[in-house]
């Protein structure tokens, strides 16, 4: 295959999958619009509040083993 013709058929099917690309994402943003989707902020915020309840419970010094 001449190099000419295998440049012309790489640059068609950068564009078709260029093209796929973009209408999955415009498929995807249809079937779940960004103000419905909130369950990242969610984990986010409970993941760092265990942290700091971990981090709480590892510091906190231990009363029953100061008493004899």
Excluded at 46 to 55: C, D, I, T
Aim: proline residues 7%.
């Amino acid at each position: 295959m001449r190099p000419e013709s295998h440049l012309a058929l790489h640059h068609a099917r950068a564009a078709e999958l260029r093209a796929e690309a973009d209408a999955y994402r415009l498929a995807a943003a249809a079937r779940h619009p960004r103000h419905l989707r909130r369950p990242r902020d969610l984990r986010t915020r409970l993941g760092w509040a265990l942290v700091e309840v971990g981090l709480r419970l590892a510091a906190t010094p231990k009363a029953a083993s100061a008493i004899p």
